[in-house]
């Protein structure tokens, strides 16, 4: 797809009547006979867009599949992303958006994938990536915070992909600290943020994000069906993916400046959604593992658990399980 289809997408996006091939060309400083190519090659791609005589064009529906293009025009102006990548196949996402930041890349790329044949999660763990059915998506990042702040970015992404999904959805989704979202007792998404440097030692993040969006049981491995939950499995009907990668990305950036300038409003966004606060659990941090009342959020988004003994302890990683009491 070239720029003309993508500002033909956000001109089609942007009315909900006919337009003619002469208003559109006028509206975006091409010829007649451009638009009609790139109308074609829109159909091409597998959109729906019904030529009506005598009123113009209108698009009625995207292809069930991620396209560049229909990003860029669906997301329109954003200032966390400048750049969006799609691929059909690749081992992880992350290790592509880490390649590009070792090779001097600037932030503000996203990179999706309809599935992930090396997909992987916190502590090493597989992430199965279902083919057509999730968002698989990477965000390389060059954070204008202190080294020391990066830590802030799981929290900032869980707050914003949670928020999303209760827009997608219309239910209320939890955050499991650090880096899980819950609708119900169902995890539907995860975060993976990691770091490096490139040639020149500047350092940039990486922020992982997996969604599961129209899922079916089926689709999940045996050993998942029963933790493992879908946006679908609480709309009862399919949601149009690109739609909700838009909805993320948006949320992100609707809170990147409170990211750098009022991060305490998200860390009380953060402990309002949390799936453990208030709650008798177990984290296990390497070999080592602490039980105790998970307690409140500090400010920099670590945990605070207090144990059995009276004493508070600052978790800042660790996996979590709940302990009934």
């Given at each position: 797809?070239?720029?003309?289809?993508?500002?033909?997408?956000?001109?089609l996006?942007?009315?909900?009547?006919?337009?003619?091939?002469?208003?559109?060309?006028?509206?975006?400083?091409?010829?007649?006979t451009?638009?009609?190519?790139?109308?074609?090659?829109?159909?091409?791609?597998?959109?729906?867009?019904?030529?009506?005589?005598?009123?113009?064009?209108?698009?009625?529906?995207?292809?069930?599949?991620?396209?560049?293009?229909?990003?860029?025009?669906?997301?329109?102006?954003?200032?966390?992303?400048?750049?969006?990548?799609?691929?059909?196949?690749?081992?992880?996402?992350?290790?592509?958006?880490?390649?590009?930041?070792?090779?001097?890349?600037?932030?503000?790329?996203?990179?999706?994938?309809?599935?992930?044949?090396?997909g992987?999660g916190?502590?090493?763990?597989?992430?199965?990536?279902?083919?057509?059915?999730?968002?698989?998506?990477?965000?390389?990042?060059?954070?204008?915070?202190?080294?020391?702040?990066?830590?802030?970015?799981?929290?900032?992404?869980?707050?914003?992909?949670?928020?999303?999904?209760?827009?997608?959805?219309?239910?209320?989704a939890?955050?499991?600290?650090?880096?899980?979202?819950?609708?119900?007792?169902?995890?539907?998404?995860?975060?993976?943020?990691?770091?490096?440097t490139?040639s020149?030692?500047?350092?940039?993040?990486?922020?992982?994000?997996?969604?599961?969006?129209?899922?079916?049981p089926?689709?999940f491995?045996?050993?998942?069906?029963?933790?493992?939950?879908?946006?679908?499995?609480?709309?009862?009907?399919?949601?149009?993916?690109?739609?909700?990668?838009?909805?993320?990305?948006?949320?992100?950036?609707?809170?990147?400046?409170a990211?750098?300038?009022?991060?305490?409003?998200?860390?009380?966004?953060?402990?309002?959604?949390?799936?453990?606060?208030?709650?008798?659990?177990?984290?296990?941090?390497?070999?080592?593992?602490?039980e105790?009342?998970?307690?409140?959020?500090?400010?920099?988004?670590?945990?605070?658990?207090?144990?059995?003994?009276?004493?508070?302890?600052?978790?800042?990683?660790?996996?979590v399980?709940?302990?009934?009491?």
């Amino acid at each position: 797809m070239t720029p003309l289809d993508a500002r033909l997408l956000r001109a089609l996006r942007d009315t909900h009547v006919h337009l003619p091939a002469g208003d559109l060309a006028a509206q975006l400083g091409e010829s007649a006979t451009a638009i009609r190519a790139g109308l074609a090659a829109l159909v091409a791609a597998g959109f729906a867009i019904e030529d009506r005589p005598g009123f113009g064009f209108r698009l009625l529906a995207a292809p069930d599949r991620l396209i560049a293009d229909d990003l860029t025009a669906r997301l329109g102006g954003n200032a966390l992303i400048r750049e969006v990548l799609v691929f059909a196949e690749t081992e992880s996402t992350n290790d592509l958006a880490t390649r590009l930041g070792r090779d001097g890349a600037a932030g503000g790329v996203a990179i999706f994938a309809e599935h992930q044949t090396a997909g992987r999660g916190r502590f090493g763990r597989r992430w199965a990536s279902a083919s057509h059915r999730g968002l698989w998506f990477s965000l390389l990042l060059r954070p204008a915070l202190p080294l020391a702040d990066w830590a802030r970015l799981t929290t900032w992404a869980a707050v914003a992909l949670a928020a999303a999904i209760d827009e997608m959805t219309g239910a209320k989704a939890a955050i499991k600290w650090p880096n899980d979202i819950f609708l119900g007792d169902k995890k539907v998404a995860g975060i993976l943020a990691e770091s490096g440097t490139d040639s020149a030692g500047s350092p940039f993040a990486v922020l992982g994000i997996g969604v599961n969006v129209n899922h079916e049981p089926a689709d999940f491995p045996p050993d998942l069906r029963a933790s493992a939950g879908s946006l679908r499995s609480v709309t009862g009907q399919p949601l149009d993916r690109t739609a909700c990668a838009v909805a993320i990305l948006r949320a992100l950036d609707a809170r990147r400046s409170a990211l750098v300038t009022d991060f305490p409003a998200i860390i009380a966004e953060a402990a309002a959604r949390s799936f453990l606060l208030g709650r008798w659990i177990k984290v296990r941090v390497g070999d080592a593992a602490a039980e105790g009342l998970a307690e409140t959020l500090d400010a920099h988004g670590h945990l605070l658990l207090r144990q059995a003994d009276g004493t508070l302890q600052c978790l800042t990683a660790g996996e979590v399980t709940v302990i009934a009491r």
